[in-house]
């Protein structure tokens, strides 16, 4: 349980049935339902615990997150940017236990479901479970009717790196297939801003909200949203995208 100030202003807040409800719906190849504190599988594979009942400052969320405690903030949709309170990180905060049910416990077995997707001269290697290689080939075929974009969406800084967050204990979602880092030319992180947790410098955002919008249309989340930014980063969680619309949770007020 994560005690946090975690929706933003004007978004309503649908209660943890509600937004339970809108993952299992997300991810349909692996989630069957909600069985009082579980999720449960169609591989017929063990439940997995929803909220471990601790109460867990940001850091600590980040670190060992449970399901419940990654989807307690609400993602705020559009082309338009919002300056993010301290440590609202809406994705960042993530379930390794289920994301790994999702899409694989180790790097072999992620591995074994990449497919390639042809990305503006380059061939990326993304994971075709839950959707994610369809959605971003999707995202590719908006953005190629836009071709003064390209320039911000190649050379990709890559997608599958089984590794965890640059200092931290969690998985990144690269590890799983379902991330992509744009050009790299145009990108702020908060760690190379020298920022440290809780602390972070701003930014001016340098990628176009068009392509934000075109991801977020697809199921992706952007790390421009985060306090703690990574603005070249967008990873596949509709499950995120699915309970923003819900809230009717907007960027652009």
């Known amino acids: 349980m994560l005690l946090l100030a975690a929706f933003p202003a004007g978004a309503a807040e649908p209660d943890l049935a509600a937004r339970l409800e809108l993952l299992v719906a997300a991810y349909p190849e692996s989630l069957a339902g909600v069985e009082g504190n579980t999720l449960l599988f169609k591989d017929g594979g063990p439940p997995l615990q929803i909220d471990d009942g601790r109460t867990k400052d940001h850091q600590t969320a980040l670190a060992t997150g449970d399901v419940e405690d990654s ?3 609400i993602y705020p949709l559009g082309a338009c940017e919002r300056t993010p309170e301290v440590d609202f ?3 960042r905060i993530r379930s390794d236990a289920l994301m790994m049910r999702l899409y694989g416990a180790s790097a072999k077995a992620v591995s074994a479901d990449l497919v ?6 380059e061939t990326l290697r993304v994971t075709k479970r839950q959707g994610a290689a369809a959605a971003l080939e999707k995202v590719r075929d ?8 390209k320039r911000y969406l190649s050379p990709s800084a890559g997608v599958f790196n089984w590794r965890k967050v640059s200092g931290a ?3 990144s979602v690269h590890s799983f297939g ?9 990108a702020d992180y908060w760690v190379w801003s020298g920022g440290k947790p809780g602390k972070v410098p701003g930014y001016a955002n340098k990628y176009p909200l068009e392509i934000v919008e075109i991801f977020e249309r697809h199921g992706f989340v952007w790390g421009g949203r985060w306090y703690h930014y990574d603005t070249m980063h967008f990873e596949y969680r509709p499950d995120l995208i699915a309970i923003a619309k819900a809230a009717g949770a907007s960027a652009c007020r």
């Open 71 to 73: 989807l307690r903030q």
């Open 89 to 91: 990180d809406p994705g």
């Open 116 to 121: 390639p997707v042809e990305w503006f001269g």
């Open 142 to 149: 908006a953005l190629a009717a836009r071709p003064e974009l």
């Open 169 to 171: 204990k969690n998985m």
């Open 178 to 186: 379902a991330a992509l880092d744009l050009n790299t030319k145009f």
